[in-house]
């Protein structure tokens, strides 16, 4: 716009031959590189969708005998995830002449995650007091090794909680995500998805105050 | 003293590197909304605080949309010259009776989308020329029903054609869990137990309080 505006006005007068500047300007291209670097760096940092890795135990066919793995009913916590983003749990293993009551909890800072600290303290307090003896030189240990040592010591322990998941028929799946999340944030070594029982969903039913279908009433 | 002479300044700003910057910005913007891969439905990632990036090749990714449809997409593998997905595509072919023409499998090695079509309709869906039309057929997804479980055909023909293939589940968070659970059980039939589920960051705070 600016060019033109000149060029309307050297029409009036004599026709002089325009000066070329001897130098180039490179404020665009520099601006350009700029821009450019800045645009690229920040796409490719922010436009991958991350990912979260899950492993699950091998299936056990139907034909083959192979014992379900038995599990000490003491560490046993069981979280079943229930309708409108509601958590529930329980401890134990749920006997069906007295189903044990289910605690309702939520998804936030203070619901699942307290429980599951409370239970899994005794491996932060060893996992703190080996960063400790780390620290004091107790341990010598080298600097790329501490994750992979804390890591061991995370499969080696048997004091935590093993986590049970199961989901109510009307989960989504976002509260799966968000279980499996928790249970990374949290440190928790033992967790696995197994399917709802039939006392489990009664369990649900009553605490959402569901009359029970006849055939689970058997 | 003499005074000191202060250089003319011209009464317009040149707007040229403002023009370029904008018209460079306009173009490439343009670009990369046409070059990235549309998808069939659209699919609200629940949050996660995982940091772990998606890989860029080698992956298969089993699509739930948010009204429980099921898609199915897989890439060409790590370098163009391996052609993964036609191959997938005429092995499928086979085992459904169906012959599918040079022309369509490269249609098919072309489109990077998620499809959603039983095998059935493939090949309307390949002469479709553009998503609208696409979208009419994908009403139902990919059947997972025992009868006819085409889902696990194409994770099994998949994982024989690409023995590296990892597997992406990028799931709407409203998805209903039996669907997610469905999958999951035909994922491990077919013996795949580590998935990556596609998540969006999320800014959480941890405090590990630890009390004697």
Known sequence: ?218 | MPKIKLPKKSPHIDMTPMVDLFTLLLTFFILTATTRPQEPAPVDTPFSVSEKVVMDANIMTVMLAADNRIFFNVDNGHDTILHFRPKILAEMGKRYNIEFTPEELRKFEKSNTAFGVPIQQMKAYLAAGNMKDREALEVKGIPIDSADNQLALWILFSRQINPAVNTLIKGDANVDYPVVKEVLDILQDKNVNRFNLITNLEAVKVEQEITE
């Not at chain 1, 590189?33 to 760096?41: E, V």
Request: charged share 30%; hydrophobic share 40%.
């Open chain 1, 1 to 218: 716009m600016a060019e033109i505006i000149q060029e309307e006005k050297q029409k009036g007068g004599k026709k002089k031959p325009k000066k070329g500047s001897a130098h180039i300007d490179m404020t665009p291209m520099v601006d350009l590189m700029c821009l450019l670097l800045t645009f690229f760096m920040l796409t490719t940092a922010f436009s991958k969708p991350k990912v979260m890795e899950i492993v699950l135990p091998e299936k056990i066919r139907k034909d083959e005998k192979v014992e379900p793995p038995k599990i000490a009913e003491s560490r046993t916590l069981n979280i079943i995830l229930g309708p409108q983003d509601k958590v529930y749990w329980y401890p134990g293993k749920a006997d069906p002449a007295s189903p044990p009551p289910l605690q309702e909890t939520d998804f936030s800072a203070t619901g699942i995650r307290q429980v599951l600290l409370d239970r899994n303290r005794a491996l932060f307090k060893k996992i703190d007091d080996f960063e400790k003896k780390v620290v004091s030189g107790e341990i010598e240990i080298k600097q790329d090794s501490l994750a992979a040592a804390i890591k061991q010591l995370k499969t080696d322990d048997d004091t935590g909680p093993i986590v049970l998941i199961k989901a109510y028929k009307t989960s989504k799946y976002k509260n799966f995500v968000d279980i499996i999340d928790e249970m990374s944030i949290v440190g928790i070594a033992r967790y696995t998805f197994t399917d709802i029982s039939w006392l489990e969903e009664g369990m649900v039913n009553t605490s959402l105050g569901i009359a029970p279908p006849p055939a689970a009433a058997k």
